[in-house]
């Protein structure tokens, strides 16, 4: 979705919502009928397909997609809540195409103080993730070390310990702090509630191949290596 497709849809957007008033005086009974039909279409687009499709891109690993589609939720937002949600989302979308610098101030513009259960988990989680990435330096003075990440994603997994994402990112931590076997349990954890999108199991096969090899299990290691390639092509 580029800008002048944004454009579009912001334009619709705002055309449907004025609507009522437009045709309510022009077409009387009718014409407020239709103005109401569009002003629900336009709410559902914006509440329920937008939404849905942004979280749709970012699961097919879109990212850049899914990015575009989280601005555009977070500049149409009607409440603190969902604009903190597009956020932390675009938040991940930078931190997953290396914009690690982005990620960090999307971050730092949210005080973590005002955060209900499920968007701190997300923070903390999108922190951790910056701070794996980017090392202590990179996001900026007193950014975390690998140790402060790891408690920073053992904080993210005591409030959602059932969130994939979550368990990956502590998973990479403890990787990071050279407890192989407690990441492998943690990476192994991570299909117990069913199947995951492609670029995540490619993810966590990377991961299994790295600590495998620490292991000195060079055959396993190139296993998951295979599987990763394989879960990436699909993605």
């Avoid at 997953?96 to 005002?114: F, M």
């Avoid at 499920?118 to 090392?135: D, I, K, M, Q, Y």
């Avoid at 954890?189 to 600590?211: D, T, V």
Wanted: hydrophobic share 50%.
């Amino acid at each position: 979705m580029g800008p002048h497709h944004i454009g579009h849809l912001v334009g619709w957007l705002i055309g449907a919502a004025g609507a009522p008033l437009v045709l309510g005086a022009l077409g009387g009974e009718r014409g407020a009928w239709i103005g109401a039909l569009c002003a629900g279409l336009a709410t559902a687009w914006l509440l329920l397909w937008l939404p849905r499709a942004a979280h749709g891109a970012f699961e097919a690993a879109r990212f850049a997609r899914a990015a575009r589609r989280y601005r555009l939720i977070g500049a149409l937002a009607f409440t603190r809540k969902r604009e903190r949600a597009a956020a932390l989302s675009r938040a991940a979308c930078s931190i997953a195409t290396g914009e690690l610098a982005a990620a960090a101030a999307l971050l730092d513009a949210i005080d973590p103080t005002g955060l209900d259960a499920a968007e701190r988990v997300v923070w903390l989680n999108n922190r951790a993730c910056v701070a794996l990435e980017a090392g202590p330096d990179a996001a900026g003075p007193g950014a975390p070390d690998a140790r402060g990440a790891l408690a920073l994603a053992e904080e993210a997994g005591a409030l959602r310990p059932d969130v994939p994402a979550v368990q990956h990112t502590r998973a990479k931590a403890l990787l990071a702090v050279g407890r192989v076997d407690d990441a492998i349990a943690a990476l192994d954890a991570m299909r117990s509630a069913g199947e995951l999108p492609p670029y995540l199991e490619a993810e966590r096969c990377r991961e299994l191949a790295l600590a495998w090899e620490r292991k000195g299990q060079a055959d396993y290691a190139a296993d998951y290596r295979a599987r990763a390639r394989l879960h990436a092509a699909a993605s």
